[in-house]
């Protein structure tokens, strides 16, 4: 079967540096997605990897590796508004998109 | 404007009763999506419109019912529904090219319904 795995929650001070990993096993890959949602809100795109690698945008940056099926979201300077869910979701072979069940992350001051 | 819509924010309904849940996108996508996460749980696909067309019905039981009247509007009907099917149901929308889901999707923020 497919499967993604990510932590289910993570605490991290105001100011630090957090890594939220993300493993996963699927029928091909097409590409790995990340998604922020804050509670009652719309999940919004924050990167996508289709190459190894780091892909820095601002405070955030994804890596990939697709021999070892890893990627994680680093996010640095973190802020209170930080505090939300992240998603990972993986495009299989058939372009299917393949969801985690999502990081909560808790930014403490 | 915000790109995708959803009506009601919140929804409460009895086992009996019919409502229908809205999503409107205005990004000029081609494609939409409707989707069920439940709590702890990762986003569950339920049906996907490729130009107005259903090519995605992932065993979603019956009571269940999608619509697409044209490509910038969704609607999910709903009859007869269980307490498990309370949950926020998010719609999504994205440019779709030839039969791949490969561009972004961007989402709605969401109906939370609870069937009593």
Redesign the interface.
């Known amino acids: 079967g497919q499967n ?1 795995d990510q932590p ?1 929650e993570m605490t991290a001070t105001e100011g630090a540096i957090v890594q939220i990993n993300c493993t996963y096993q699927t029928s091909g890959f ?2 790995l ?1 990340w ?1 922020q949602q804050h509670a ?6 924050l990167s ?1 990897n289709v190459l190894d690698g780091l892909e820095e945008k601002g405070r955030f940056s994804s890596f990939l590796s697709r021999s070892k099926g890893y990627s994680y979201l680093l996010l640095k300077e973190l802020q209170m508004k930080d505090s939300a869910s992240y ?1 990972c ?1 993986v ?1 299989d072979s058939n ?8 990081t909560k992350l808790i930014i403490k001051p | 404007e915000t790109g995708v819509t959803q009506t009601p924010r919140h929804l409460v309904m009895g086992m009996t009763n019919k409502k229908s849940l809205k999503c409107e996108q205005h990004l000029g996508h081609n494609a939409m999506y409707w989707y069920k996460q439940s709590a702890k749980k990762p986003l569950e696909l339920m049906f996907v419109y490729s130009l107005e067309e259903r090519v995605e019905n992932n065993s979603v039981p019956s009571r269940f019912s999608p619509e697409c009247p044209n490509s910038s509007h969704l609607f999910l009907h709903l009859h007869t529904l269980q307490p498990e099917d309370s949950a926020l149901y998010l719609c999504a929308s994205s440019h779709l090219s030839g039969q791949r889901y490969t561009d972004t999707q961007y989402f709605g923020p969401g109906t939370r319904l609870t069937v009593l």
């Open positions: 993604i289910t097409n590409g997605f998604y009652g809100e719309a999940p919004t795109f996508y998603l979701a495009l372009y299917q998109l393949i969801w985690g069940a999502g």
